[in-house]
């Protein structure tokens, strides 16, 4: 191998990590946009939505108190 083919290979390789960093950033951002909108005013949220969203906000509270509580004891 002479080192033009070697440095075309390189840079194949590198040019395609990059293109497909690329994709997959733009991918992230439109799937985190269409994510975003949400439902919208139209569509109230169900008893069973809201109470399933305490729930989980109950529990993430229960966790950080018990890592504060943690921390506090560590030091």
Do not use: W
């Amino acid at each position: 191998m002479n080192i033009e083919q070697i440095f075309r290979m390189i840079l194949r390789r590198v040019v395609g990590r990059a293109v497909n960093a690329g994709v997959d950033a733009g991918l992230d951002a439109v799937s985190k946009r269409a994510r975003g909108k949400g439902r919208g005013k139209s569509q109230p949220m169900t008893e069973e939505e809201r109470a399933a969203i305490e729930e989980r906000e109950r529990i993430r509270a229960i966790r950080q108190a018990r890592r504060a509580k943690r921390d506090q004891g560590s030091d």
